[in-house]
């Protein structure tokens, strides 16, 4: 079991719990996500912060903070009564990297005999901030013993100070590539990128489980260059199958793949390349295996639906998954005489929900262009016939391999950054062909934000308590969650 937490709940933690030398209790509700199947453990989500007032504290002091009775009691019922799972923690504010005390024990113990007797199929968190640390315990459900729970925040680069989470939090775990052998990589094989990315490193790449959903022209370049970077464990989800257009861009596909589907094209190809590694070819839309999705740390999508992109930003969000996504924008004029490109881009988002901008955020979802994709054949014929949507909104979109092997490679470096540490990745990048200019954009979550902002589902899992599938975000304020960076920004380019 492990605890994930975004790095607005972070803040918001430290905002209450560290604002003076006084100790301070909060609550973090949490919704569950995995577990019911054997693809991973179960991950605790944090949805929200629930600070404690003063008020409400019986005691309160330097060195100790305890609810009234009755207080407590709400706290849990109220926790109880949104289907979450308290995590009850309380600060140190004179230590950095806090423990629990000998009074804390005895405290938890009094919890743990209450909390489990009352709510047996609940799970019951306890945890003590510092000024830069978090641990964490567990009792979970049908248990009666406390047990580490590792930390995991998703954005935690972007935290000043760095968080300290518990030992369990970057132990190797077991896993079964090399045979079996926890933490082992193929020294010989990775020699030139050892030396750059340090031995742990290359293990993080190794056993980090990543979906690359859609297998195109960007994906198949993804995926290819993730294996040979020395990713391991990969999730590939594509519903198609190899069209003659296709093989142009389609990196480990052959004339003689036209009509297997892509995924076992890439899947053959990827075994070829490393035998070690653990490749799922799922033949999909992604929509349609949300459980294979909760079982990786990282989801990196080059699809070209919209409605697709949307709804991986807002599973994103529900299941705090980091989600890379990647695309590209190739304009040309209409006159087919003097037919020019106009305009050749590329664009990648990270999105770390609650850490930085989601696709709502940003306004970047198209509501219309989404209901299109989802007519069926007759309804589509229709809108045809009667106007509402030209030829030209359905006929494919120019694509050319150069470009995408761009923006290919740029997120995988991303993805990269983000994995192994080396250096911040970037929340978002913008490639300018026609000028060659890379620009990168810092992003900030709108607090307003349908999807990850106060009232949205970040951390709901698939609760459906508040705002469902809300895909409206038309009257979003943009300027609010888009901050570029000036000239000379990190990791910005320019080629003349
Ligand atoms: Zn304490
Ligand atoms: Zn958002």
């Not at 049908?142 to 729970?149: G, K, R």
């Not at 991303?414 to 990048?429: E, H, N, R």
């Amino acid at each position: 079991m492990q605890l994930v937490l975004s790095t607005s709940h972070v803040q918001q933690l430290r905002d209450h719990l560290l604002q003076d030398d006084q100790e301070r209790i909060a609550v973090v509700h949490c919704s569950t996500s995995g577990g019911d199947h054997a693809h991973r453990e179960t991950r605790l989500l944090a949805t929200a912060v629930h600070p404690v007032p003063d008020a409400d504290l019986e005691t309160q002091s330097r060195s100790a903070c305890r609810p009234a009775l009755d207080v407590e009691r709400d706290i849990t019922a109220d926790c109880r009564r949104h289907g979450m799972h308290p995590i009850v923690i309380h600060s140190h504010p004179f230590d950095a990297t806090p423990t629990f005390s000998r009074s804390d024990s005895d405290m938890m113990d009094g919890y743990r005999e209450w909390l489990t007797g009352l709510y047996p199929d609940m799970h019951l968190g306890v945890g003590v901030l510092g000024t830069h640390g978090l641990a964490t315990v567990i009792v979970p459900a049908a248990a009666d013993q406390f047990t580490d729970l590792p930390v995991t925040v998703v954005g935690d680069w972007l935290l000043d100070p760095p968080l300290t989470t518990g030992p369990a939090c970057d132990t190797p775990e077991t896993d079964t590539v090399n045979g079996g052998t926890p933490g082992s990589i193929d020294r010989e094989r990775y020699d030139r990128s050892i030396r750059a990315l340090t031995t742990s490193g290359q293990h993080r790449l190794a056993t980090t489980p990543i979906a690359v959903v859609g297998i195109g022209g960007l994906g198949s370049i993804i995926a290819e260059e993730l294996a040979r970077y020395g990713a391991h464990r990969l999730t590939v989800v594509d519903p198609d199958v190899i069209e003659p257009s296709n093989l142009p861009r389609l990196f480990g596909c052959h004339a003689d793949h036209v009509g297997d589907p892509k995924v076992s094209a890439i899947k053959q190809h990827l075994e070829r390349l490393n035998p070690q590694m653990e490749i799922s070819a799922v033949q999909a839309m992604a929509e349609d295996v949300p459980d294979l999705l909760k079982a990786v740390d990282l989801i990196v999508a080059g699809v070209d639906r919209v409605s697709a992109r949307m709804w991986l930003n807002q599973f994103a969000a529900r299941h705090l998954v980091p989600y890379v996504d990647a695309g590209m924008v190739i304009d040309v004029d209409d006159d087919p005489d003097t037919q020019q490109i106009t305009a050749m881009e590329g664009y990648i988002q990270l999105i770390a929900p609650g850490a930085t901008a989601c696709f709502d955020c940003l306004g970047r979802g198209d509501p219309e262009q989404a209901r299109i994709e989802h007519l069926s054949d007759d309804a589509l014929a229709e809108e045809l016939d009667r106007g509402y949507i030209t030829a030209t909104d359905l006929a494919p979109e120019p694509a050319v391999v150069p470009l995408n092997g761009i923006i290919a490679s740029k997120t995988v470096q991303l993805l990269a950054k983000q994995i192994t540490g080396y250096d911040d990745p970037a929340a978002s990048l913008r490639f300018e062909g026609l000028d060659n200019v890379l620009v990168e954009t810092r992003t900030i979550p709108s607090d307003n934000c349908p999807t990850c902002g106060g009232n949205g589902i970040l951390g709901r899992s698939d609760t459906t308590a508040t705002n469902p599938d809300r895909i409206d975000t038309n009257d979003l304020d943009l300027s609010l969650a888009l901050e570029t960076e000036p000239t000379g920004g990190k990791d910005t380019e320019e080629q003349p």
